[in-house]
């Protein structure tokens, strides 16, 4: 790209954080609910208010990351300009992932995936959950795969007639 004076410009790539309600879920519309309050909306003739859900929108930089093809810096940088030069806590709220609870305890000492799996099916663990530490933590693939398989072979088919 060339400058007002014929110099070489780097090029750099608009970035933006587009919200979207395709990944809202209820849990999001209660957040937004209990958090922001709604001028303008319509009212219906009973008196009640419409329901906001139709204005509430959601970004997540992961997604938009995939979708763009954004650098981990590009990721960065967005997050980080909503986090300190947007109207957050006005117009958006930061919403963090929940971190997993250790499925039980001893689980990181433990490194043999075919142990972590014969522990998990004894005490009957979520496998859900104990796959969510895991990934958040050690994200061992050996101990994932295990937990996938385990997951996916104990799906119980039911056949009426």
């Known amino acids: 790209?060339?400058?007002?004076?014929?110099?070489?410009?780097?090029?750099?790539r608009g970035l933006?954080?587009?919200?979207?309600?395709?990944?809202?879920?209820?849990?999001?519309?209660?957040?937004?609910?209990?958090?922001?309050e709604f001028n303008?909306?319509?009212?219906?003739?009973?008196?009640q208010?419409?329901?906001?859900?139709?204005?509430i929108s959601v970004f997540d930089s992961e997604v938009m990351k995939l979708k763009n093809g954004w650098t981990d810096e590009e990721e960065a940088l967005v997050v980080e300009t909503l986090r300190h030069n947007?109207?957050?806590?006005?117009?958006?709220v930061e919403v963090l992932p929940v971190a997993a609870t250790k499925p039980w305890n001893g689980y990181d000492e433990l490194d043999d995936a075919d142990r972590i799996m014969e522990l998990a099916l004894g005490i009957n663990a979520d496998l859900e959950q104990v796959a969510a530490y895991e990934k958040q933590n050690q994200n061992r693939s050996d101990v994932?795969?295990?937990?996938?398989g385990a997951s996916t072979a104990d799906e119980t088919i039911i056949v009426s007639a």
């Open 1 to 12: 790209m060339l400058g007002p004076y014929g110099e070489q410009l780097p090029f750099e």
């Open 16 to 36: 933006s954080a587009d919200f979207s309600p395709d990944l809202r879920t209820p849990e999001d519309d209660a957040l937004a609910k209990s958090t922001f």
């Open 40 to 47: 303008g909306l319509a009212i219906y003739e009973n008196g």
């Open 49 to 55: 208010h419409v329901d906001p859900s139709y204005r």
């Open 86 to 92: 947007g109207p957050i806590g006005q117009m958006y």
């Open 144 to 148: 994932l795969d295990a937990l996938a």
